[in-house]
């Protein structure tokens, strides 16, 4: 490989001495260090996508689901570590293990369909980012959509991963647009509290649907190939670091890590969908507005309730998660796509080192900016594709679970009783919710 190995991340201590000893970092700066795959995975969860979709929760069932934020966060947690951990302790993506351990038609069954919703989602979220820019500035919503997905592109193929992470972790501060808003809004905090606390559950078609939608868009497929790939590139591309089961002896300061860094990331996550209901509910909801369809559209619906500022906030927030999320979208499906057909996968690779990779990022991207050029309905596609994501997960998680609870895949580093728990606990949850929907659906 021709690229030049990333300076190790090793964590641990580092024996310093004499004048020149550098002047210890403060723990914000030490923990934010600590941040990486976990923290990307969290804060693209929250793509302009999942903000419409949080929107049309908020405005449709006021604060009445906020309560699923916090439900959802130790389930997702538990799942997003449980995926970490098998591609730092294999060495190997989710993708890759599946190809390894288990039937072929599982693996091809699983990626064609984490990858159909992947392509739904691209679509939608380059399309959100041209609607949003169209919000404010002069020019056509085609010309926006053309240079988001096409830029998008070009910098994925031409920056280096390593680099574009740094870049990405910092993009993660535009999600604070979404907590900043709620600060121009008029909010019962008494009623946001019991609705956070208590939960309220209707047994009615439209409150699962929107439930299993939440749960699709918080705990995706995408983000458990997502994270465990990254945990890969970490092995690969710093120097002294090894799959955990043939380095034992890294593993107690590199599972730490992991779990603080999942720990944050989703906290961030959920924190920000939370603000994202929560701002819908008092405003919109609280207007008699129900019905929104798009990231875009709750944004314009926000200003004259919210004024100019909250607005112009929360279309800088989609724009920037977006240019966040399309990476991760067009990447994840990918690197199941070249496990599954062993193809050199990698973003730390050049192009050319690594050409059926990058063509297929480059065609599903590609395919996803299309989709806005066709007569299809993207408020649909996008909620179908949150509802595939919630079916497909469930199956999917249970494998997750049997592969991480493996010797014969994790070695001796097979998951702890608690994540064991929790883990089945998410994934019983995924199919609960999946039969519910089947059985209200009329």
Excluded at 269 to 287: D, G, P, R, Y
Excluded at 345 to 351: I, M, Q
């Amino acid at each position: 490989m021709d690229t030049q190995a990333a300076p190790s991340k090793a964590r641990g201590p580092t024996p310093q001495s004499g004048p020149d000893k550098p002047r210890p970092r403060g723990p914000v700066a030490l923990l934010f260090r600590k941040l990486g795959p976990g923290l990307i995975t969290g804060a693209s969860d929250d793509d302009p996508s999942g903000i419409g979709t949080y929107s049309q929760v908020g405005a449709q069932f006021g604060y009445a689901l906020l309560w699923t934020m916090v439900f959802s966060y130790p389930l997702m947690t538990a799942i997003q570590e449980i995926s970490a951990r098998i591609g730092r302790v294999t060495g190997v993506g989710i993708g890759g293990n599946l190809r390894k351990n288990y039937p072929m038609p599982l693996l091809y069954l699983v990626v064609f369909a984490v990858s159909v919703a992947n392509v739904f989602n691209l679509g939608a979220d380059i399309g959100a980012m041209g609607s949003a820019a169209q919000l404010i500035l002069p020019g056509n919503i085609a010309f926006f959509i053309v240079i988001f997905g096409v830029g998008s592109l070009a910098g994925i193929l031409l920056v280096p991963y390593s680099t574009y992470a740094k870049y990405l972790k910092w993009l993660t501060i535009s999600l604070f647009a979404y907590v900043g808003v709620v600060f121009f809004t008029r909010v019962s905090w008494p009623e946001v509290v019991r609705a956070t606390l208590l939960p309220h559950i209707q047994l009615t078609r439209q409150f699962l649907t929107a439930f299993i939608a939440v749960l699709g868009t918080t705990i995706s497929p995408y983000l458990f190939f997502w994270q465990a790939s990254q945990e890969v590139e970490e092995v690969h591309h710093n120097h002294g670091e090894k799959a955990l089961k043939h380095a034992p002896a890294q593993a107690p300061a590199q599972l730490q890590r992991i779990r603080i860094d999942t720990y944050v990331g989703m906290a961030f996550s959920n924190a920000v969908a939370f603000f994202i209901i929560l701002t819908a509910a008092a405003t919109l909801h609280a207007h008699g507005i129900t019905e929104i369809s798009t990231s875009a559209e709750a944004a314009k619906a926000l200003e004259p309730l919210a004024g100019r500022f909250a607005f112009l906030l929360f279309v800088c927030g989609i724009v920037g998660t977006g240019m966040l999320a399309v990476p991760v979208l067009a990447a994840s499906a990918c690197y199941g796509i070249g496990e599954a057909r062993h193809w050199k996968s990698s973003l730390e690779r050049k192009p050319r080192e690594a050409i059926r990779f990058y063509a297929a990022i480059a065609v599903a991207t590609l395919i996803g900016l299309g989709l806005n050029f066709l007569h299809i309905d993207p408020v649909k596609a996008l909620f179908w594709a949150a509802i595939l994501n919630g079916i497909v997960a469930a199956p999917l998680m249970a494998i997750i679970m049997i592969m991480a609870s493996s010797p014969k895949v994790m070695g001796k580093l097979v998951i702890s009783p608690y994540l064991k728990a929790m883990g089945w606990l998410a994934t019983a949850v995924m199919f609960c919710a999946c039969v519910g929907l089947f059985f209200t659906w009329k």
